[in-house]
T-cell receptor
Framework: SAVISQKPSRDICQRGTSLTIQCQVD?????MFWYRQQPGQSLTLIAT?????????ESGFVIDKFPISRPNLTFSTLTVSNMSPEDSSIYLC?????????FGPGTRLTVL | RKEVEQDPGPFNVPEGATVAFNCTYS??????FFWYRQDCRKEPKLLMS???SGNEDGRFTAQLNRASQYISLLIRDSKLSDSATYLC??????????FGDGTTLTVKP
């Protein structure tokens, strides 16, 4: 199994600002995933972060809006840039191990 | 059409009831199938994997029909603690998951 921690657990931000979310895993993993879960909806994959290469973004998500870092095999960051109220959501970090997907506790973001 | 579609719910059932959730997927190349459970304000957690032969874990039974591209989850003898949102998850490539919108179950005393 994998234990994932995220920081911050929640934040309230003003529009136009940026927030960086940190994800730490207790084991080395090749791929880390960033998801968004908007209120009342299911999870949508934002991007896949591989160590040593650029992240791969899903349709509808771009690097300028959601830059990702992956400096080593246990850590990643997701930045939500130039925020608007539409970015209010829960952002979850995830890894896969033993045919199971593990999620961090999420970062609950509210943009005013 | 969504890649993964679930019963919209919500399901409100009394304790002890049997409830079934259905899920269909559109990509015939899908490889792996799962049911996840998400409690309110918590992250999703794996409930069970789904195999063509079907699998059972206590009160929970999952079935996969590849020909019909259909997945089901049956919960018998519902408990109050089963109240949650149940997510159907389909993988086409290693580590890349597509989630259904979830079906919310409320079990009432």
């Amino acid at each position: 199994s994998a234990v994932i921690s995220q920081k911050p657990s929640r934040d309230i931000c003003q529009r136009g600002t940026s927030l960086t979310i940190q994800c730490q895993v207790d084991s080395q993993v090749t791929m880390m995933f960033w998801y968004r879960q908007q209120p009342g909806q299911s999870l949508t994959l934002i991007a896949t972060a591989n160590q040593g290469s650029e992240a791969t973004y899903e349709s509808g998500f771009v690097i300028d809006k959601f830059p990702i870092s992956r400096p080593n095999l246990t850590f990643s960051t997701l930045t939500v840039s130039n925020m608007s109220p539409e970015d209010s959501s829960i952002y979850l970090c995830s890894v896969v191990g033993d045919n199971e997907q593990f999620f961090g506790p999420g970062t609950r973001l509210t943009v005013l | 059409r969504k890649e993964v579609e679930q019963d919209p719910g919500p399901f409100n059932v009394p304790e002890g009831a049997t409830v079934a959730f259905n899920c269909t997927y559109s990509n015939s190349a899908s490889q792996s199938f799962f049911w996840y459970r998400q409690d309110c304000r918590k992250e999703p957690k794996l409930l069970m994997s789904v195999y063509s032969s079907g699998n059972e874990d206590g009160r929970f039974t999952a079935q996969l029909n590849r020909a019909s591209q259909y997945i089901s989850l049956l919960i018998r003898d519902s408990k109050l603690s089963d109240s949650a949102t149940y997510l159907c998850v389909v993988n086409t490539n290693a580590g890349k998951s597509t989630f259904g919108d979830g079906t919310t179950l409320t079990v009432k005393p």
